[in-house]
């Protein structure tokens, strides 16, 4: 059994940063998800173990940056020009696999989220 435990979100105004971390055990790909009120719960960027590969949504994309340090366990999304769009329950997630994508069947373990609130 894989462990998450999500972190770092909060109130931020527009335009601000935020930066969430996961911590997990494992040694497979890492994902963030989101999930708005009243909508589905949608991807936002995953990175592979290794970090070499990173794929994000293209609503985040130039925004948000993905990252992982594999000797503390933790992958980070640092949140950048943050805007109310982007409010939403943040998840992190990984999978028994090397997947890295959007097809969330694919994660096999989830975190408990954390709220991130864009507001004046």
């Known amino acids: 059994q894989v462990h998450l435990v999500e972190s770092g979100g909060g109130l931020v105004q527009p335009g601000g940063s935020l930066r969430l971390s996961c911590a997990a055990s494992?040694?497979?790909?890492m994902g963030w998800f989101r999930q708005a009120p009243g909508k589905e719960r949608e991807f936002v960027a995953a990175?592979?173990?290794?970090?070499?590969?990173?794929v994000y949504a293209d609503s985040v994309k130039g925004r948000f940056t993905i990252s992982r340090d594999n000797a503390k366990n933790t992958a980070y999304l640092q949140m950048n020009s943050l805007n109310p769009e982007d409010t939403a329950v943040y998840y992190c997630?990984?999978?028994?696999?090397?997947?890295?994508?959007?097809?969330?069947?694919?994660?096999?373990?989830w975190g408990q989220g954390t709220l991130v609130t864009v507001s004046s």
């Open positions: 997630a990984t999978g028994k696999n090397y997947y890295i994508g959007p097809a969330r069947d694919r994660y096999d373990y």
């Open positions: 494992g040694r497979y790909a």
């Open positions: 990175i592979s173990y290794g970090g070499g590969r990173t």
